[in-house]
């Protein structure tokens, strides 16, 4: 059989099985409402675009102009002459937003994940992984040359497990999601940190859907969950609630900074973000620093979202205890519905969604946006929506 054969016989049952992903090409930018071609007007509830920045003028004006001073690419790595000022302005806005001492830019939060543990364990060293950690970071893991250890989702107690089973090591570093997407529930950072510091542990949190999110001024899961300041490490994108472009970084101590600039190899090996990212990027910092009302606003969405799903009879899952959010994310515990009433939701949606100017409901319901095994779907509110008072 020929390799292309192989594939296409994959792809066949696929196709059979329902779980060929299917894109749906859109005529309009990123927003609450879009425009999908074939099919018109829908609300957008499948995006990571929470705080609705994803064509905010602000945003595009900023990167129009960066196009104009600074151009288009810089055709180099960062280390061979791929650094603006610019890139330093946006590693040092990042650094005092997460109350760190550096930053690190990378392609995205995928090459951050990638180049991060393969760069700093050794055989010597030991890694200790939540189970549900995001692909970028269980691939990470797989290219680092340590000791290789997993708990049960979000388990203290298994964690501690995991920690006494790797207590001969030299160095440990505990990973995990602040937010785990599927589920939309937080990892117990107050309980980890309380772990990483009584067994000497790096405590390393993935916080991609939590920045710009949660916490009081978007600061993320450490923030909601009263650890802020306390979290050794953090790796995360630009390309969710901060613009939704692209781009990632890891944010930290100087000194491993200093470390991965001089050998993380997607660093040193794939090209620098272009300028109109990196003053996009400048520009969502600046709205979200400037005041908590993005915040604020995507909280009042994600509850009235809640509230009328709820009384429309859509079973939604709650956060968590361990989460110990009152609150919950943008999207999971606010937003996480069965995929059968999905027709239940798009009636009632279509009703209620008049002032949304909106016709139909988009299709968020195939992996890995939904679970096909556990009938649950993921969706998430956007700051930008308008709800009524
Ligand atoms: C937890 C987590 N980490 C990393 C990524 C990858 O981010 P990026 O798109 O910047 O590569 C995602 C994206 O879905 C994510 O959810």
Not at 328 to 357: C, D, E, Q
Request: glycine letters at 10%.
């Amino acid at each position: 059989m020929t390799l292309l054969t192989t594939l296409s016989t994959e792809l066949d049952q696929m196709a059979q099985a329902g779980t060929l992903k299917r894109e749906l090409p859109l005529r309009t930018p990123q927003g609450a409402v879009v425009e999908v071609e074939g099919k018109g007007e829908v609300i957008m509830l499948a995006s990571n675009n929470y705080l609705g920045l994803a064509n905010h003028p602000a945003i595009v004006a900023a990167a129009e102009k960066a196009e104009g001073d600074y151009g288009y690419g810089l055709a180099s790595v960062r280390f061979i002459c791929g650094t603006q000022t610019i890139h330093r302005i946006l590693e040092k806005r990042i650094s005092e937003f997460f109350g760190m001492e550096e930053t690190i830019l990378y392609g995205s939060c995928w090459n951050a994940n990638e180049g991060l543990f393969q760069t700093i364990l050794t055989d010597e060293d030991a890694i200790i992984s939540d189970e549900l950690n995001h692909a970028s970071i269980i691939d990470g893991i797989r290219l680092a040359k340590c000791r290789k250890e997993r708990y049960k989702n979000r388990d203290v107690a298994d964690l501690r497990r995991a920690l006494d089973a790797t207590r001969d090591a030299r160095n440990r570093l505990i990973m995990t999601d602040g937010v785990f997407s599927m589920e939309g529930s937080l990892a117990p950072l107050p309980e980890m940190v309380q772990l990483a510091r009584e067994h000497g542990a790096f405590l390393v949190v993935d916080d991609s859907h939590g920045t710009g999110v949660l916490g009081k001024t978007g600061r993320g899961t450490a923030e909601e969950l009263g650890v802020f300041g306390k979290i050794d490490a953090y790796t995360s994108t630009l390309g969710k609630a901060l613009g939704g472009s692209h781009g990632g970084f890891t944010t930290g101590p100087k000194v491993l900074i200093d470390y991965l600039r001089q050998k993380s190899r997607p660093y040193l090996f794939s090209n620098t973000l272009p300028p109109a990212v990196v003053m996009g990027s400048i520009a969502a910092l600046d709205l979200l620093e400037k005041d908590t009302s993005f915040v604020d606003r995507l909280r009042r969405n994600t509850m009235h979202f809640r509230r009328g799903l709820t009384e429309r009879g859509v079973r939604i899952r709650e956060g968590t205890p361990s989460s110990r959010s009152s609150r919950g994310s943008a999207l999971g515990p606010n937003a996480l519905v069965t995929a059968r009433l999905t027709r239940a939701i798009a009636r009632s949606m279509a009703g209620a969604s008049a002032r949304m100017a909106t016709t139909k409901m988009p299709a968020p319901v195939a992996p890995p946006a939904a679970d096909s095994r556990s009938g649950m779907a993921r969706m998430s509110a956007v700051a930008s929506a308008i709800v009524p008072r």
